[in-house]
């Protein structure tokens, strides 16, 4: 006799469920989670950052939820529309279905339906609280007189009635179809890749054109420890990798709204001329750290943080970032005017000051300073490197360039191309370990494998068939019982016993680190095929460890589960990226 695992019985009390058994709705303010069995699990409102109205998922007993569930024995079934970000549960039992429609309106008009609160407009009697009685008082048939209040209120308050709601569903559904095609992605894993389209446009906070981490916080990289943080932040470091995802797909729009609020920031620098790390979605430098200590944790993992204490730490690997970003934008976005050259060029300009300073590593860690040089471009700060000696190079390098391709004065030209040879020589002598044949974590550490360094040439400070690469590359790729980071197809961003990065505990693989690796592989792949063919197998093996709706966390465990915060936009992005790269590598080669 069978028994269906997704048997769930009616009863008063409800454990946690799996973080990747969710799905995600937003209206580009805010987002919820929505679990496999229907339940409202995480929901801040009005905004990304706002306090949560229900977070069960942080705390089965006091954490709070809405759901709408069946009173007999049902199984589940979960899914997206059709190229839309509108959500369906189906309950299912011999006696018959239900289906549950959960979806965040994302046209101004009814923005208060879910994570918006309406005004306090003041109404005749008739139109505030419309009732049976009151239509009989009027003679007139209820309907009509709940029509009739309607028109009475201001178009941002309507009456919620059964015609409103379908409208605003099929409104809000044509807005997702219409919005995923003006995709011009015509590679391989398409569904995938409009998937993770469609979960990223979820991230952004239209007002001001930010891009979240991920929309929830205190979700633990591994369950029961202590690496639970808050991401509902922006992070100068996922800039250019987001705007790459974008705009290969040709979502201009978000990708100039993306450029317009990182300007900003570049216009806002500290008086040192530096740049935070992260900013929050109203481009804010405070975002205090605090932890909720009445919620238990998810399956007890504490502390439940939230904020980000990270906020104001040196990690100059951001520098790189950002320039590749802007690099980016000005070659396929708007073009960049002169007081932001200036301003761009004041910042090359601040690290040359600082490259040889000590820094934190690019994840929220607490650490001691020293000069961890992998650049670990990318997303969140959840990688562990630090001063970024390689993507400081590349920085000045990008400073470069985009100088000479928009014929841009640069009064200090001589001494950016002093400093990136300096790093470019530092690196090569400091951070590779000869006897090892590959480079290290840091300066200081060269021992120590770090798998962002799978960057390298995706930022072109090296090419794919460096045999100091490749050694490096290949030396990830083992098991960690030979040495390696990889374990099932998967990578570890670096072994926790050997690298101290003062938080302490364990946490599962990473996805980014997994998807830059195969992005690497891919490129390598150009002069070494079977490398190419490991990449696409890797690729599509992780595609496995998607959830049910192709959604992705921040890590996987060893046992396949989904670990930290979701959705995760890092993995999302690098997801875009690898798979628009090995489409290119397959056309390349016809493959």
């Given at each position: 006799?069978?028994?269906?695992m997704?048997?769930?019985?009616?009863k008063?009390?409800?454990?946690y469920i799996?973080?990747?058994?969710?799905?995600?709705?937003?209206?580009?303010?805010?987002a919820?989670l929505?679990s496999?069995?229907?339940?409202i699990?995480?929901?801040c409102?009005?905004?990304?950052?706002?306090?949560?109205?229900?977070?069960?998922?942080l705390d089965?007993?006091?954490?709070?939820?809405f759901?709408?569930?069946?009173?007999i024995p049902?199984t589940?079934?979960q899914?997206?529309?059709?190229?839309?970000?509108?959500l369906?549960?189906?309950?299912?039992?011999?006696?018959?279905v239900a289906t549950?429609?959960?979806?965040?309106?994302?046209?101004?008009r009814a923005?208060?339906?879910l994570?918006w609160?309406?005004?306090?407009?003041?109404?005749?009697d008739?139109?505030?609280?419309p009732?049976?009685a009151?239509?009989?008082?009027?003679?007139?048939?209820?309907?009509?007189?709940?029509?009739?209040a309607?028109?009475l209120?201001a178009?941002?308050?309507?009456l919620?009635?059964?015609?409103?709601?379908?409208e605003?569903?099929e409104?809000?559904n044509?807005?997702?179809n219409?919005?995923?095609?003006?995709?011009?992605?015509?590679?391989?894993?398409?569904e995938?890749v409009?998937?993770?389209?469609?979960?990223?446009?979820?991230?952004?906070?239209e007002?001001t054109?930010?891009?979240v981490a991920?929309?929830t916080?205190?979700?633990p990289?591994y369950i029961?420890?202590?690496?639970?943080?808050?991401?509902?932040a922006?992070?100068?470091?996922d800039?250019s990798f987001?705007?790459?995802?974008?705009?290969?797909?040709?979502?201009?729009?978000?990708?100039?709204?993306?450029?317009?609020?990182?300007?900003?920031?570049?216009?806002?620098?500290?008086?040192?001329?530096s740049?935070?790390?992260?900013y929050?979605i109203?481009?804010?430098k405070?975002?205090?750290?605090?932890?909720?200590t009445h919620l238990d944790g998810?399956?007890?993992?504490?502390p439940?943080?939230?904020?980000?204490?990270?906020?104001d730490?040196?990690?100059?690997?951001?520098?790189?970032e950002l320039?590749?970003?802007i690099?980016l934008?000005q070659k396929?976005?708007?073009?960049l005017g002169?007081?932001?050259?200036?301003?761009v060029r004041e910042?090359?300009?601040?690290?040359?000051k600082?490259?040889?300073?000590?820094?934190?590593?690019?994840y929220?860690?607490h650490?001691?300073?020293?000069m961890?040089?992998?650049k670990?471009l990318?997303y969140?700060t959840?990688i562990?490197?630090?001063?970024?000696?390689e993507?400081?190079?590349?920085h000045?390098?990008?400073?470069?360039?985009?100088?000479d391709k928009?014929?841009?004065p640069?009064?200090?030209?001589?001494?950016?191309?002093e400093a990136?040879?300096?790093l470019?020589?530092?690196?090569?002598?400091?951070?590779?370990?000869?006897e090892k044949?590959f480079?290290?974590?840091?300066?200081e550490?060269?021992?120590?494998?770090?798998?962002?360094?799978m960057i390298?040439?995706?930022?072109?400070?090296?090419?794919?068939?460096?045999?100091r690469?490749?050694?490096?590359?290949?030396?990830i790729?083992?098991?960690?019982?030979r040495?390696?980071?990889?374990s099932?197809?998967?990578?570890?961003?670096y072994?926790?016993?050997k690298?101290?990065?003062g938080?302490?505990?364990?946490?599962g693989?990473?996805?980014l680190c997994?998807?830059?690796?195969?992005?690497?592989l891919a490129?390598?792949?150009?002069y070494?095929?079977?490398?190419?063919?490991?990449?696409?197998a890797?690729?599509?093996d992780?595609?496995q460890y998607t959830?049910?709706?192709?959604?992705?966390?921040?890590?996987?465990?060893?046992?396949?589960?989904?670990?930290?915060?979701?959705v995760?936009g890092?993995?999302?992005?690098?997801?875009?990226?690898?798979?628009?790269?090995l489409?290119?590598?397959?056309?390349k080669f016809?493959i």
């Amino acid at each position: 006799m069978s028994v269906d695992m997704n048997l769930h019985e009616p009863k008063g009390e409800r454990g946690y469920i799996p973080i990747s058994d969710h799905g995600l709705i937003g209206n580009l303010r805010t987002a919820a989670l929505v679990s496999i069995d229907g339940s409202i699990e995480s929901y801040c409102v009005p905004n990304f950052d706002s306090p949560s109205i229900f977070a069960r998922i942080l705390d089965k007993d006091k954490g709070g939820h809405f759901s709408i569930t069946p009173t007999i024995p049902f199984t589940t079934k979960q899914s997206y529309l059709p190229s839309s970000n509108v959500l369906q549960t189906k309950f299912l039992n011999e006696r018959g279905v239900a289906t549950v429609t959960d979806n965040q309106v994302a046209t101004q008009r009814a923005l208060f339906l879910l994570g918006w609160t309406p005004p306090n407009h003041k109404y005749p009697d008739a139109a505030a609280r419309p009732s049976e009685a009151r239509a009989q008082e009027l003679g007139v048939p209820f309907d009509k007189l709940v029509l009739g209040a309607s028109t009475l209120r201001a178009p941002d308050d309507p009456l919620l009635t059964r015609k409103l709601v379908q409208e605003l569903l099929e409104t809000t559904n044509q807005y997702w179809n219409a919005w995923i095609r003006r995709s011009t992605y015509q590679g391989s894993w398409k569904e995938a890749v409009h998937r993770s389209a469609l979960a990223l446009k979820l991230l952004i906070y239209e007002p001001t054109g930010a891009v979240v981490a991920s929309p929830t916080f205190s979700l633990p990289e591994y369950i029961g420890g202590t690496r639970n943080w808050d991401y509902r932040a922006s992070w100068i470091r996922d800039s250019s990798f987001t705007l790459y995802a974008l705009i290969r797909l040709g979502f201009t729009y978000e990708a100039n709204a993306y450029m317009d609020f990182i300007f900003e920031r570049i216009k806002d620098r500290n008086p040192d001329g530096s740049l935070n790390i992260m900013y929050t979605i109203h481009g804010e430098k405070i975002f205090p750290e605090e932890e909720l200590t009445h919620l238990d944790g998810h399956q007890g993992s504490r502390p439940v943080r939230i904020g980000n204490g990270a906020i104001d730490h040196i990690q100059l690997d951001i520098y790189g970032e950002l320039m590749d970003c802007i690099y980016l934008g000005q070659k396929f976005g708007k073009p960049l005017g002169y007081d932001t050259w200036v301003s761009v060029r004041e910042l090359v300009d601040y690290v040359l000051k600082v490259y040889n300073d000590p820094d934190l590593y690019v994840y929220q860690l607490h650490l001691v300073p020293g000069m961890y040089w992998t650049k670990n471009l990318l997303y969140f700060t959840f990688i562990n490197l630090g001063g970024a000696r390689e993507q400081e190079a590349f920085h000045v390098f990008q400073g470069l360039r985009l100088a000479d391709k928009r014929s841009l004065p640069c009064p200090r030209r001589n001494q950016w191309l002093e400093a990136r040879d300096d790093l470019y020589e530092q690196i090569m002598h400091k951070a590779w370990n000869a006897e090892k044949g590959f480079f290290g974590q840091s300066y200081e550490d060269k021992h120590v494998l770090d798998s962002s360094l799978m960057i390298m040439p995706l930022v072109f400070f090296s090419t794919p068939a460096d045999p100091r690469f490749l050694g490096t590359l290949k030396q990830i790729l083992k098991t960690p019982d030979r040495g390696g980071l990889t374990s099932n197809g998967l990578v570890y961003r670096y072994d926790v016993t050997k690298s101290d990065d003062g938080v302490g505990g364990e946490e599962g693989t990473f996805c980014l680190c997994t998807l830059w690796c195969i992005e690497a592989l891919a490129r390598a792949g150009e002069y070494e095929k079977p490398m190419l063919a490991k990449a696409i197998a890797m690729f599509e093996d992780f595609l496995q460890y998607t959830n049910h709706l192709g959604l992705c966390t921040e890590e996987i465990s060893e046992a396949g589960d989904g670990l930290g915060n979701a959705v995760q936009g890092f993995t999302h992005v690098t997801l875009i990226s690898a798979a628009y790269n090995l489409s290119r590598m397959q056309k390349k080669f016809r493959i």
